[in-house]
């Protein structure tokens, strides 16, 4: 794909001399950096505005990183040039202001005397998705990077909102953006090979086109709210029982632990450890019952020994679940395939996030549907965790 038409409005980036302490997530719990990422035509300009009106209201502070190849293109760049030298050039700026703009962002954010959110519109792993993989891979080598780096050690979490031409195709159009010239099947392509770039990282969540406009908004909202460990109304998710009948291709896999603790009846406390690629991360999951019945949820990331340290008030009438993780796309959207080694060894249950819509067609081929279990608590972690 190097070289073609889908360069119109997002550029590719490369970096020199960039120094290897700037991959560095600095550690700082008032400070949350997010890539907000999608096809063409998905809302992200919406969803920035919102963001920023939503959480200032809450006393946060919101920077919000622009995009930077559209400043280029706006400057003058021409991404669809065909001098090869000048194109590899204006790769290379890009990546360089993009690192240095978020790195400059965070630095003067841990001088702010409240809870700052960063927010990038795009981010570094983008450049993937418009670049033949040897010269992705040759910019990497070039630079001293890896993809790992580049995209699980720079963001706290990655929200992909999904192109309106899968899925609310009535809604997609270039007249919001004169950047913007990519037809329907160009822009579903671009937007499954966005997702399929961040795919991996362990705080990756996809926000669809299976409910009205504003909903998508408030789902943004919602898993900023949960990132941050705020509270958020739960939205149910579409739950399927299925058979696995072929190889997953290119799926990310985890390793998961839920632990129940010790809690008041109106709350549930859990605690999670996922292991990805040798990688650990721990978070700590609590929901409360309000008065009138609505559950309101917070998650929030630990460190390793406060995880071991909360162990100690594990719930002994409830059995630790384990369970591998499965991510990956197909046809446009986005899977969770969960397989449990205990306390239900065989079964797997399919996740389909923010789908509103049963369409048994529309699973992949390696997949056989069995049983719709939205909404059914015997298939909860929570009623799984119960000994019998």
């Known amino acids: 794909m ?29 400070v949350t950096k997010i890539v907000l990422t999608g096809g063409p035509c998905a809302g992200k300009t919406t969803a ?34 065909k001098n090869k030298e000048y194109f590899y050039e204006a790769e290379n700026a890009t990546l360089h202001i993009q690192m240095a703009l978020e790195d400059h962002f965070y630095a003067m954010a841990q001088k702010i005397d409240k809870p700052t959110i960063i927010v990038c519109d795009r981010g570094t792993m983008d450049i993937s998705v418009y670049l033949a993989p040897e010269t992705w891979q040759k910019i990497l080598e070039q630079n001293g990077l890896t993809a790992t780096q580049l995209r699980d050690d720079r963001y706290d979490a990655v ?3 999904v192109t309106a031409a899968n899925g609310a195709e009535e809604h997609y159009t270039n007249s919001t953006n004169k ?4 037809g329907i099947e160009l822009a579903r392509e671009l937007d499954n090979r966005l997702v399929g ?31 941050l460990g705020m509270p958020y109304s739960i939205e149910p998710e579409r739950k399927y029982i299925v058979e696995i009948t072929d190889d997953i291709p290119n799926c990310v896999v985890s390793i998961i632990t839920h632990t ?7 709350s549930e406390i859990s605690l999670r450890k996922r292991e990805t690629n040798g990688k650990f991360i721990y978070l700590i999951n609590t ?5 009138n019945g609505e559950v309101i949820e917070t998650e929030r990331n630990i460190t390793r020994n406060q995880y071991v340290s909360m162990l100690r008030q594990a719930d002994h009438s409830r ?70």
């Open 48 to 81: 920035l505005a919102r963001i920023v009106e939503h959480f200032t209201s809450r006393d946060y502070q919101v920077f919000i990183i622009p995009e930077v190849p559209t400043m280029f293109s706006q400057a003058g760049v021409d991404y669809l040039t």
């Open 260 to 266: 129940y603790l010790l809690s008041d009846p109106d």
């Open 197 to 227: 770039a961040w795919k991996g990282h362990p705080n990756l969540k996809v926000i669809d086109n299976s409910e009205v406009f504003d909903t998508k908004i408030s789902n943004v909202i919602n898993e900023i709210s949960a990132i």
């Open 287 to 291: 929901k409360v019952t309000q008065a």
């Open 159 to 161: 929200l992909h909102m």
């Open 319 to 388: 059995i630790a679940i384990e369970k591998v993780r499965r991510n990956f796309s197909w046809g446009g959207r986005y899977f969770k395939l969960d397989s449990f080694i205990q306390p239900a060894n065989q079964l797997n249950i399919l996740q389909i996030e923010g789908s509103s819509d049963h369409d048994s067609a529309a699973f992949p081929p390696f997949l056989t549907f069995v049983k719709d279990i939205t909404g059914d608590s015997q298939y909860s972690n929570d009623s799984l965790s119960v000994k019998q």
């Open 2 to 30: 190097h070289g073609v038409k889908i360069f119109t409005k997002f550029a590719c980036f490369c970096g020199h001399g960039v120094p290897r302490n700037s991959l560095t997530k600095k550690m700082n719990r008032q």
């Open 179 to 182: 950047h913007r010239s990519e």
